[in-house]
């Protein structure tokens, strides 16, 4: 995965948690699989607001800044949670093919009664619009959130 520079943004279909940070949000998501951690849920949780608010804005897209930022959060959780992070395996970034949208994709705007995306609004979209979207399709995830991201995205109207 090449990663690419983003801005620090939330979206709005996280304003339910994202003040208080009690899930992980895109931004975030993004920088873990950039740098190859898998942070869980008890984990996060561990962590202080300002080091939670820390991780969504500190740069994750050059080599020494993605490698800072593997530190940053390695220490953080052993010091909060006594244990050290997960590593990911790397990351199919599905998000940065522009070639089609991606069938998963498809599947879940079916699943909520959503027209299918077309080639040219899945190249519209932003790399973490795009990332949040495949995100959503995945389990784990609460599916409520996929129709209101296609609206935030201005691509669904229902």
Request: hydrophobic share 40%.
């Amino acid at each position: 995965m090449k990663p690419q520079a983003v801005d620090t943004v939330y979206f709005a279909f996280e304003n339910d948690f994202v003040d208080t940070f009690r899930c992980i949000p895109m931004i975030v998501r993004y920088k873990l699989d950039t740098c190859g951690i898998k942070l869980k849920l008890p984990e996060w949780v561990k962590l202080r607001v300002d080091e939670k608010r820390e991780l969504a804005v500190r740069p994750c897209f050059t080599a020494p800044e993605i490698e800072h930022y593997r530190q940053y959060l390695i220490h953080r959780v052993a010091e909060r949670c006594q244990k050290t992070v997960s590593e990911l395996p790397p990351v199919e970034a599905t998000w940065d093919i522009l070639g089609e949208v991606p069938g998963e994709v498809q599947e879940k705007a079916r699943e909520f009664n959503c027209a299918p995306l077309t080639l040219r609004q899945w190249i519209r979209l932003d790399v973490l619009q795009r990332f949040a979207l495949i995100k959503l399709c995945r389990s784990g995830h609460e599916g409520k959130n996929f129709p209101r991201a296609l609206r935030e995205f201005g691509i669904a109207t229902a």
